[in-house]
């Protein structure tokens, strides 16, 4: 089975735009999770989506929102950004239940100038 | 609330003796455990898993883990280490929320860099 994927692998954005990251899980799962991934703060919990429902949301600023399509295949969307926002982002996919493993892709790192 | 706290930021060991990266959790319920390594400018890769089915886990690259539960501990644990094993490690818990199921949130240590020497 093909792993996680995420697209851009890359990304150079400025103060107050916007971006989008996608990613598509593995064949067959249906959870998809985003982290954050900083030097300061290490690797924190965005957002959780099961079948097209946000599940699970951490302590992140509105400005981060996602959503699921029904191929499974998620985005996530930060708006204004900030300096603060340059970090690698992850997604991790899973089958979707209890103590389901989480499977992560390679991570698109985002710079903000 | 769960949480996972690792040792030490940096270990440094030479190749072919042994490894240890030091994990204690706290958790309220019967945690699910894992170990994930990053190397650098790659994704995470799972090294293993802990569910309670056996207190010593085996996992991938020759590594292995043992749950403790009187010392709250998950510690990671390789015979001899190798160049390739140079990565940043992490000890991870699930969050089980408030009835002990799975609610796709992980909580990362914050990591231990292993480096090998020749």
């Known amino acids: 089975k093909a792993g996680v994927t995420q697209t851009p692998r890359y990304l150079i954005k400025t103060r107050g735009q916007q971006v989008t990251l996608s990613c598509s899980p593995i064949?067959?799962?249906?959870?998809v999770s985003w982290y954050q991934q900083t030097p300061g703060q290490g690797l924190q919990f965005l957002f959780e989506y099961f079948s097209e429902t946000q599940r699970n949301k951490g302590n992140f600023p509105g400005r981060f929102s996602g959503r699921q399509f029904s191929n499974s295949r998620s985005e996530m969307n930060v708006s204004t950004l900030e300096l603060g926002d340059s970090a690698l982002y992850l997604c991790?996919?899973?089958?979707?239940?209890?103590?389901?493993?989480?499977?992560f892709g390679p991570g698109t790192r985002l710079l903000v100038l | 609330a769960q949480s996972v706290t690792q040792l030490d930021s940096h270990v440094s060991v030479s190749e072919g003796t042994p490894v240890l990266l030091r994990c204690n959790y706290s958790?309220?319920?019967?945690?699910?455990l894992f170990w994930y390594v990053q190397h650098p400018n790659k994704g995470l890769q799972l090294l293993l898993k802990y569910t309670s089915a056996a207190t010593l886990v085996k996992g991938i690259n020759g590594f292995e883990a043992e749950f403790k539960k009187s010392e709250t501990s998950f510690h990671l644990t390789k015979p001899s280490a190798h160049m390739s094993d140079a990565a940043e490690y992490f000890c991870?818990?699930?969050?089980?929320?408030?009835?002990?199921?799975?609610?796709?949130?992980?909580?990362f240590g914050k990591g231990t860099k292993l480096s090998v020497k020749p």
């Open positions: 991870v818990v699930s969050d089980q929320g408030g009835y002990g199921g799975s609610q796709g949130n992980l909580i």
């Open positions: 064949s067959g799962h249906r959870s």
């Open positions: 958790s309220s319920y019967s945690p699910s």
């Open positions: 991790a996919s899973s089958l979707g239940g209890a103590e389901e493993t989480q499977y």
